[in-house]
DNA sequence: CATGAATGAGGTTTCATTCAT
DNA sequence: TATGAATGAAACCTCATTCAT
């Protein structure tokens, strides 16, 4: 893979377009991105050949940062529970600390410009880590056949609980272990309170 | 005098506008919307004045629709067991035969063209249905604070039900009794498998 | 001329008009004279059947109100001071009293959209007026080829004086005297302070 | 590096804007003064963002030009009267070889696109010209509260005069002398014929 | 390689006018 | 006669992309 001339633009770029994306959509332009990453329009098309491409790319970067996050945050590999809940939090505390990066791949995961081989993609970056969580999974979303729903339901309330936890920040850490409480119910195989 | 508004042309637009935001988002434009609702371009803003008042009433359009499944679809009220998986079934049955709108809805969500008023007033759509299920919901839960992050715990685990349902479709009822398993779990105040 | 069925409505729509092209221009939209007027969009049309036809209508209706209230003015004909004195003071009065229709009057007459058939109806409003005025008047004026000239000349310095006096109120005695001597000197025959 | 922004298609521009203005009045579509201009219709926003301020670069440019001609036409300052009548057939003849100009200053003088900021601008122009004259001026026009005043009224008497030299070509030369005498009696501190 | 001027298709919205009621 | 819903051309403006410099 030939690397551009600067990697520091490439980056300035994914950068400007998160914050850009996050706030405006996908619908963002390019010429906005270009200038927040202070660069010439033209030069964007340089190192995304297409808005596309820049979208696609900015999302598998910033999926890449969080599972980044996720690995990094592994402390306590004890018991299923603690890794689980270290997990947990290290998501749930990357979608706090990167309002914006979270935001922004909230608004392009909906999108039909992320293709599906980028989902894939995306998808092949947190197997191992899943594969940790799901030593404590329930039988049922052990198969194969549903371990992605697994994950997808896993996601789907950390997600849910990033939001609550942005809205009122008073109470993020209550919503927290809340929300940490209620996906342990939902898949693990035991239920000890 | 002069030939009525017709409640049929607005419908017409509201049946476009759902099937063009499914599959194009909120960029859909206005034109394409007019086109499928066979009429012209200049009637879309006599019905909606803007873009954005257009997908605000799609956005409160389908969240009704939705409700009203829900209310229809309550059977058996006879355990708080019994009724949250009736609403659970409806959500779901309805989005699996609305796909579309559904797909709609979820990008809309995303969208900051939705008001806080618009979101305000789907909130309202829902408290009824919410409250019969609450009873049977976890204490923690109960308390003013949390119960609006219990029903976004629920919706997203319908949501993300509904999305592995349709790519799925021949291990769509599994996943629908597996997901409300996991729900239940997670929400409910007792936890009997 | 068949009268259509509503005089009012037709003076309701030239009213309205008339504060639709001071405030806007002759941009102003068919459908806010309209409305203003208290009438349906398509009415406007079966009293005026284009808008350049209410266009030239307003024109020629607000300059025939300014030329009754100049003929209504004439007070004192002893002297063709006096009589000058008199129409400069009704002219600038009228303006100051009908602020709107002045500005109207004053964006229409720069319009293409009024023709040229509908400024001479206009110059043969005032003949008499100007003849008597025209009497004072330097004799180089007073041949047939220079005394449009000549009311023309005296129509600028009163506009420009009714501007001025609209913008400043509290001045507005001594610029319509300081107006009139000016006027005085640049057009009459004898130039006694 | 890239091509630099080319003063010759502002120039185009605006010229082909002048020409649109004086023809059809602000309404003058950007289309058209971009096709007149032979540009594309995107780059006229390069280099004017919003038809508005167009309109307002427009304003200050042929007020300008004017200005410029003005200071240009000064030959001889030997006295008051010398510099007025070299003012005032500056005025004129630039009226009368711009008749496109000075018909679109007309219109665009009277809208309200021309925002208040231009309008000073266009003032701060004046000065220097203005003083000379007003050497000459009656005693009442020279406080500062009505030097705007003897401004305007010289305007009114020069636009006025351009009117009539051109709808009356064969006689525009004795329109011309006939128009200063007017100003010169209207506005001058002695009035020796 | 980097730049940013240029492009023109396409977006949303307005509006004079027509015509079914 | 009066209405106002319907129309679609045309308005202003944006933007991803190209390419001369």
Known sequence: MARPRSEDKKQALLDAAT???ALQGIAASTALIARNAGVAEG???RYFPTKDDLLNALYLHLKTLLCEALQ???KDMSTPKTIACDVWNSYISWGLKNTLAQRAVRRMSVSEKIT?????????LFPELYKLCQRAMRQELM???FEDFGDALFLALAETTIEFALRHPARSQELISLG???MWRALAQENPV
Chains 1, 2, 3, 4 share one sequence.
């Open 19 to 21: 914050d850009a994306v």
């Open 43 to 45: 030069t964007l098309f």
């Open 72 to 74: 990094a945050g592994l």
């Open 116 to 124: 599906p081989e980028t989902r894939q993609q995306v998808n092949e």
């Open 143 to 145: 198969t194969i056949e």
């Open 180 to 182: 940490f409480e209620s």
